[in-house]
């Protein structure tokens, strides 16, 4: 069910929240966290609800979306509420705000946050430079960015290292959670020797490619390099290598992955790229800080880099 | 397996996110055409591997008496998983598994056929890198638990060398009572020692059952009401709506007891009855539920605090149905019982006098699997008896299936000018709170059986110790005639309503 509640308050919006569980059943009591959607509002706004109705299946959540509209018009809240079919599992309140309340978001969303219930922020596209002390991000515990919608990933995951609070994370680095697992589990077997050197493998855009050098370089400590392919296509290959041969991960077609080791057949493994729907889900699981993002941030400033294959060599300078 | 002085760099204990991918290894199906094995166990391993938990190239071995080749087994578990799994098809995960799909066709007494079997797995870890570890399901018949695993050992399937492991995964039942469950845990282990012997209780892979030890041991507010001092008595309660037809084969002279009690609701009694493990590892769990089961007993006498029934044809929930007798296959004199009740002590100082009563049935009032905790009435009310007329007992209910959940019911003032007390409840439903889309029980188990992790399966002790508690009333049953008959679509006999009225107490009605 989808009701309008066009020029409105947040009180309003309240009021007939209670209105439709009186008429409903229960709709929200149980829902154990709010997720704050920020975006501008147009396409991205639709999409970003979509992704977070799915991973509402795992996380029942009352969802605000705050859509920022036109800046240069009088001040006024479009709040429109869905609930049922509408909204996956969860609740979902679409406020679009225009005029001067486009920047002071933070206002309408703190009287309809659910009582005592973690707050998590999320970002489809831009993100404010340093999100924990945004006005929404202050209100989070938890804060989700992407550096994987921007061009100039490396710049902007500088600026997340250098912002980092605990409780700041990229969905940029949960794309890359299927590829460290079977890395670990790849090192899990016998023969249990010292990795030497790591080389990682991307295309120049890939913010994930960049974060997977950073965290092998602070758990492993040897030197990582990481090479640039053309733009798109994510990561392609990680090797890491060893006295007894190569390591090797790798997705040349962004589908299936291939995992090499010395003296055993090559095994094969569905690596598709993740769905923003699927990284969210696994975002909303945890809502403590994450250290190992953080170290891989501070990782990433001693790792090589390197541009293509006749590229030239760069190395540590990332700053 | 693992070098105890190496770690992997790669891994952290603050990293939560890492999954637990197994390490390179394949399952082999015995019974692989069975109910069990299309309706949960290859679904399941599609679930996993679309959760990306399975490792590369890990294989699946069918074994049936089919004349099957490899193709039409992966089309047998292509079928399957479409219709059965919980994640969405995708084609580049299933591609994957299917080229790891093997089939061996044979009986259990064919050497032939094993040695094949042992060939193909050979295959296996040079084609596909299992790498030596091999995970056998039996889903068979357990009359069949011996010639297998002898064929297991002479083709040398169940050899592990330190570097690979070999292990076996069997379902209920453990054998039909005491000595049984002692002949069959010899033949197993036999040939595997018991810590490559994984028992399936697939309700220790639910997450309401799981679940039962964060209530009690992650809160401060149901602990200390959690014994005798509070609680008045324990209903412990699985019912469903089906009837047997088509099941004679396995069920005559099996009955609800056996078929239920012994594992699934003493398992939850454990569970809900026993003291506070040191730690979650798999040998303080076990310690701790084999330590309140082996001080669980029933209670004297057995005509009084024991019900058995047998349902007979009547409406359920809108159909006619026909009775156990008239069920296809069922011996029209047939004395199986489809409904049993049990009263149980547990002599603790924490349950002292607080009695657990455990039922089940086929064809009760609906399917329903809930664990109630009935407390005790305040000990003085300030209210004169007009006021509380309609109050209850205070219980705390953890609904195990379905509609998972916890539920909490208790006294409040009726609106109005007078003061009066009626009951509510007061919920949690995992589905409003988490997740409509929990793994599968056969998920979880599966996947700790490829790591061999045996917390959430029950110990050869256990169960031999659930056999001890619920031999005599078996015995007793046996020496006393017909079962009493229900109607299908009821709660249950009458004798189960007089065995509950004869301590002052009733059945909730789930």
């Known amino acids: 069910m989808i009701v309008d509640l066009p020029s409105t308050t947040t009180s309003a919006v309240n009021r007939k929240l209670v209105d439709l569980r009186d008429k409903g059943g229960a709709v929200a009591l149980g829902r154990v966290l709010t997720l704050v959607i920020v975006t501008d509002d147009g396409a991205q706004a639709e999409e970003s609800i979509e992704a977070a109705n799915a991973a509402s299946r795992e996380h029942p959540c009352r969802v605000l979306v705050l859509a920022r509209g036109a800046k240069r018009a009088a001040a006024r809240l479009d709040a429109q509420i869905r609930v049922g079919g509408d909204a996956g599992a969860s609740e979902v309140l679409v406020l679009r705000i225009y005029g001067p309340l486009a920047g002071e978001g933070a206002s309408v969303v703190v009287p309809l946050l659910l009582p005592d219930a973690p707050v998590v922020a999320w970002w ?34 500088d600026v997340r290292r250098d912002s980092y609070v605990a409780g700041d994370t ?134 090589e880099v390197r541009a293509g294959k006749a590229g030239a060599r760069r190395s540590g300078t990332r700053r | ?159 592990q060398d330190t570097d690979q492991w070999r292990r076996v995964v069997i379902e209920k039942p453990f054998g039909h009572d005491l000595t049984s469950a002692r002949e069959l845990n010899a033949v197993l282990n036999d040939v595997f020692t018991e810590e490559s012997v994984f028992r399936i209780d697939h309700y220790l892979g639910k997450e309401t059952v799981q679940n039962i030890l964060a209530l009690r ?40 007891a056996r078929d239920v009690i012994q594992n699934h609701l003493l398992q939850l009694l454990a569970l809900t009855a026993m003291e506070e493990p040191i730690s979650f590892s798999p040998g303080a769990l076990r310690a701790e539920k084999a330590k309140v089961l082996s001080a669980t007993k029933l209670v004297d006498p057995l005509e009084e605090t024991t019900a058995r029934g047998q349902y007979i044809g009547g409406w359920q929930g809108g159909q006619k149905v026909v009775g156990l007798t008239e069920e296809e296959g069922f011996d029209p004199e047939s004395r199986t019982e489809t409904f049993a009740a049990i009263t149980l002590a547990v002599d603790t100082r924490r349950w002292a006098g607080v009695p657990f009563y455990l039922r089940t049935g086929k064809r009760l009032g609906r399917r329903v699997t809930e664990i109630a905790v009935v407390f005790q009435r305040a000990p003085h009310l300030p209210f004169d008896d007009t006021m509380t007329e309609e109050l209850g007992q205070n219980a705390l209910v953890i609904r195990v299936q379905p509609d998972e959940g916890v539920t909490m019911r208790f006294g409040s003032k009726v609106p109005g000018t007078a003061m009066e007390v009626r009951d509510v409840t007061m919920d949690f439903g995992y589905g409003t709170s988490f997740t409509e889309a929990s793994p599968e029980a056969y998920e979880r188990l599966l996947l700790d059986v490829l790591h061999g992790e045996p917390s959430l399966f029950p110990g050869n002790d256990e169960v031999e110790l659930a056999w001890q508690i619920l031999d005599p009333v078996i015995e007793h049953w046996a020496a006393g005639g017909m079962p009493e008959p229900y109607h299908a679509g009821t709660w249950g006999p009458e004798s189960a309503d007089a065995m509950m009225a004869r301590s002052g107490r009733v059945w909730r009605r789930p």
């Open chain 2, 217 to 256: 041991y992650a809160n401060q507010l149901f602990d200390p009401i959690w014994n005798s001092h509070y609680v008045d008595h324990v209903q412990i309660t699985m019912a469903e709506d089906i009837g047997l037809g088509g099941r004679a084969g396995y069920y005559d002279d099996i009955g609800a």
């Open chain 2, 1 to 159: 397996m693992t070098d105890p002085a190496w770690t992997n760099p790669l891994r952290d204990p603050r990293d939560r996110r890492l999954p637990r991918i197994a390490g390179p290894c394949g399952l082999v199906i015995f019974g692989v055409t069975g109910d069990l094995s299309r309706k949960k166990l290859m679904p399941a391993v599609y679930d996993l591997a679309n959760r990306g938990l399975l490792p590369p190239g890990f294989a699946l071995t069918g074994f049936a008496r089919r004349d099957w080749a490899d193709q039409d087994f992966s089309e047998v578990v292509s079928e399957a998983v479409r219709e059965h799994a919980r994640t969405p098809f995708r084609q580049e995960v299933w591609d994957q598994l299917a080229e790891g799909c093997r089939f061996v066709p044979g009986s259990f007494d064919d050497d032939a056929a094993f040695d094949t079997l042992a060939a193909t797995v050979a295959d296996l870890d040079r084609e596909r890198g299992t790498g030596g570890n091999h995970a056998f399901y039996l889903s068979i018949p357990p009359a069949s638990f011996p010639v297998v695993s002898k064929q297991l050992s002479r083709s040398g399937l169940a050899t």
């Open chain 1, 170 to 303: 990229d969905l940029a680095w949960t794309r890359l959670t299927t590829w460290r697992g079977l890395l670990a589990a790849a090192l899990d077997q016998p023969p249990h020797e010292d990795v030497e050197a790591a080389t990682v493998t991307g295309a120049v855009d890939s913010p994930s490619t960049d974060l997977l050098a950073g965290w092998l370089r602070s758990r492993l400590g040897v030197p990582v390099r990481r090479d640039r392919s053309g733009p798109g296509g994510g990561m392609s290959a990680v090797v890491l290598s060893r006295r007894s041969g190569p390591i090797e991960l790798s997705r040349p077609d962004g589908k299936i992955g291939t995992l090499s080791q010395p003296g055993q057949p090559d095994r094969r493994v569905a690596l598709q790229r993740r769905k923003v729907r699927d990284c969210l889900a696994e975002e909303l699981r945890r809502l403590d800080a994450d250290e190992t993002y953080e170290a891989a941030l501070a990782g990433l400033a001693e790792v």
């Open chain 1, 124 to 157: 489809p596209g831009d993100a404010p430079k340093v999100p924990a002390t945004d006005p929404i991000g202050r209100l989070a515990q938890r804060r989700i960015t992407d550096a994987g919608t921007r061009g100039a990933p490396a710049r902007v995951l």
